[in-house]
């Protein structure tokens, strides 16, 4: 650059600064003053490259200007370099005042780095201060203009058209240039900041010239219910306001709706659901009464609105009818659980009930009524059988607390009371009975069934399956489970009975199986082979199943070939 015996030159590169500054005072957006100080480094510090790399929300640096060589600014522009790599570049080198020289004799280090950066070609330098061209000089811009403020940018320069690296002028120049530069870019976000807060509060202001006619259009013409409720005082959650969709789908006139809460219109199973629903941004599934005494369901959709600024806050409800989605749901829910050809429970859906009744605790840790009634109100086992412990008076450290550890089985057995009823089967052989009632689960194997098959068609076959299944449903009590395992298999599931009672009731399905079926016009007649098995916490249902499976297989050989088939 200059040198400090050429004091005109200075005085023309001073004009030269004035008139770059008054432009990038003059520019109308933050992008055209960007270019500005790109295009003054060029125009009037006298370097061939210069780049402005400008500070993003994140924190990174993007290349937002770039003058000197279009190929360059085509490669660069707009690619992002880490803040970390621009700490590392501004830490290193020789300090120029705020200005920060690499040489190329350190900057090496910095190629493989991930800062956006251009490569110029050249002969090494003759003299001690030539440009090299690997040399970089960096010229950061700080929201106050000094060092101490918050960093903006950096102004990135490259190959003096003089060839030799700045001197004390060419320095100074630089470092007051990026300074004004500084406060043109802060300037122009500030403009672009109120030209858009006056552009959001033109627009916010035309909105809310129109939102209440808005409003009330799409509030009376939705397709789909809305109603407007109080949302505290008195009256909290009556319903105010209702459009002609929401009339039409519950049936009830507007001036009606009024004297309702959606609490008094929710069907008694659903309250609970509707108590749940938070009034901003809840949603929920439920059912309305409507006026002729059916309920229908409906998806709820909730939000909060102000009548006006700090006015009162009102719930709107959206209401929209999903009864027919509702029944495609459930009827598709029946088939994934459902045998097809008989309607009942399928293998998957017997499993699931099954072992929904079960746990891991194995029947011989099974707590009796009264333990299970002193895990439910925190008092542990055997707190009355500890040394020194007179029930209460003992420090068990809480419930499932440390302390109950030193009682052994009992910490493990009732650590976390779960409030699961146990299942347990009846003690004893398969010739007393005990009076302990369990679940028990009857496997149903068809006699006789191939042949009808193999006679008549798959078709007989089906309707023989049908008619079985309607004859266990009705031979056994609401609440019990029948279910179609697979092919001739049927499993039957009876709570709370005892070992003769099991017994009794498989004669009764037996017996309710044997007489003929009327299959297009013939009778034809099955027999049936029963195992009873007891599911009790501990097992698995597969086990269970099992069990039961192997019982029925013993007393199918049990029986002599002519008693099994009955047709």
């Known amino acids: ?22 432009d990038m005072n003059a520019a109308r957006s933050l992008a055209d003053t960007l270019q500005t100080v790109a295009d003054g480094v060029v125009n009037g510090l006298g370097y061939e490259l210069a780049c402005v790399n400008l500070v993003r929300p994140d924190g990174d640096l993007v290349v937002a200007a770039f003058s000197g060589n279009s190929a ?30 690499i040489p190329h004799t350190e900057g090496w280090v910095l190629d493989e780095d991930d800062v956006p950066q251009w490569f110029t070609d050249g002969p090494p330098p003759r003299f001690e201060d030539e440009w090299h061209p690997s040399d970089r000089l960096f010229a950061p811009m700080f929201a106050t203009g000094a060092a101490g403020g918050e960093l903006i940018g950096v102004i990135s320069v490259d190959r003096p ?28 976000r500030l403009r672009a900041n109120m030209q858009r807060a006056l552009v959001r509060l033109e627009r916010e202001q035309q909105a809310l010239r129109a939102s209440e006619e808005s409003f009330r259009q799409a509030f009376e013409y939705a397709p789909s219910g809305m109603a407007i409720a ?15 969709a929401l009339c039409r789908l519950l049936g009830r006139p507007a001036s009606a709706m009024r004297r309702y809460s959606f609490s008094d219109l929710v069907h008694p199973e659903d309250i609970g659901t509707l108590l749940r629903t938070s009034a901003e941004g809840g949603r929920a599934e439920l059912r309305l009464g409507r006026r002729d005494g059916t309920y229908v369901w409906v998806s709820l959709r909730n939000s909060v609105v102000a009548d006006a600024a700090d006015g009162p806050r009102f719930l709107l409800t959206h209401v929209e009818d999903i009864e027919e989605r509702k029944r495609r749901e459930l009827h598709l829910a029946h088939r994934a659980s459902h045998d097809s050809l008989t309607g ?36 542990p086992v055997g707190a009355s059988a500890v040394p020194g412990g007179h029930g209460h008076d003992v420090d068990f450290g809480g419930f499932g607390g440390p302390a109950l550890h030193r009682t052994g089985h009992a910490a493990g057995l009732y650590e976390g009371f779960d ?16 009076g302990t ?48 395992l697979g092919g001739d298999e049927f499993v039957v599931l009876a709570d709370g009975l005892g070992r003769a009672d099991a017994q009794d009731l498989a004669v009764r399905l037996r017996n309710a199986i044997i007489p003929p079926i009327r299959v297009d016009g013939r009778a034809v007649r099955v027999g049936a082979s029963f195992g009873i098995g007891w599911a009790h916490c501990g097992m698995t249902a597969e086990e269970v199943l099992q069990s039961a499976d192997q019982r029925m297989y013993v007393e199918k050989r049990s029986r002599a070939k002519q008693h099994r088939r009955a047709g």
């Not at 009942?344 to 029947?363: D, F, K, V």
Request: charged share 25%.
């Open 1 to 22: 650059m200059e040198t400090e015996s050429e004091p005109y030159v200075r005085l023309a590169t001073l004009r030269q600064l004035h008139h770059v500054m008054a």
């Open 72 to 101: 360059a600014e085509a490669l660069i522009t707009g690619r992002v370099g880490s803040r970390a790599a621009w700490d590392r570049r501004l830490t290193m080198g020789e300090r120029w005042g705020e200005l920060c020289f």
């Open 161 to 188: 058209r003089n060839g030799r690296i700045p001197g004390a002028w060419g320095r100074e120049a630089l470092q007051m240039y990026a300074f004004q530069a500084a406060i043109a870019i802060s300037n122009a």
């Open 230 to 244: 109080e949302m505290g005082g008195d009256e909290r959650g009556r319903i105010l306001r209702t459009n002609d």
């Open 344 to 379: 009942l429970p399928n293998s998957a859906e017997l499993r699931s009930r099954l072992g929904a009744r079960l746990c891991r605790r194995p029947q011989e840790q099974l707590p009796s009524a009264i333990d299970s009634l002193d895990a439910a109100y925190g008092d």
């Open 419 to 434: 409030h699961h009823v146990h299942v347990a089967a009846p003690g004893g052989d398969e010739t007393t009975d005990d």
């Open 437 to 484: 009632k369990g679940l028990a689960v009857l496997f149903c194997d068809l006699d006789g069934f191939k042949s009808i098959n193999d006679r008549f068609g798959h078709n007989a076959g089906d309707a023989v399956l049908i008619e079985v299944a309607r004859r266990l449903t009705s031979g056994v009590r609401d609440g019990d489970t029948v279910a179609r």
